[in-house]
């Protein structure tokens, strides 16, 4: 099973951008679908993007498109996510998670980061 860090986040203003990373441990990163997922308090846990093992294949939550940007280096087995003109609502602890294919419902990913705390103020 693959092990899963996230890091990037923090405390923006609106409209500014933060790139999240997830490095993952082992050689067999390049074989796993990845995607990201955000919990705000309060609130189920929801799908941000995913990306298949090759990069060719990306889907996005469709109030995101647009904004956030995923993507992956196989060879520095790390997936990133770029988040521009972040809003308020986007504050949330992000996580990403490794699977079997790109879907959209937590249960598709098996392996999940510890999550990394982004917030964004008004």
């Known amino acids: 099973q693959v092990q899963l860090v996230e890091s990037g986040g923090g405390l923006v203003q609106a409209g500014g951008s933060l790139r999240l990373s997830c490095a993952a441990s082992?050689?067999?990163?390049?074989?796993?679908?990845m995607g990201w997922f955000r919990q705000a308090p309060g609130k189920e846990r929801e799908f941000v993007a995913a990306?298949?093992?090759?990069?060719?294949?990306?889907n996005y939550a469709g109030s995101l498109e647009g904004r956030f940007t995923i993507s992956r280096d196989n060879a520095k087995r790390t997936v990133y996510l770029q988040m521009n003109s972040l809003r308020p609502e986007d504050t949330a602890v992000y996580y990403c998670a490794a699977g079997a294919r790109v879907g959209t419902r937590a249960a598709d990913y098996g392996s999940w980061g510890q999550g990394t705390q982004v917030t964004v103020s008004s």
């Open positions: 082992g050689r067999t990163f390049s074989s796993y679908y």
């Open positions: 990306i298949d093992r090759s990069g060719s294949i990306i």
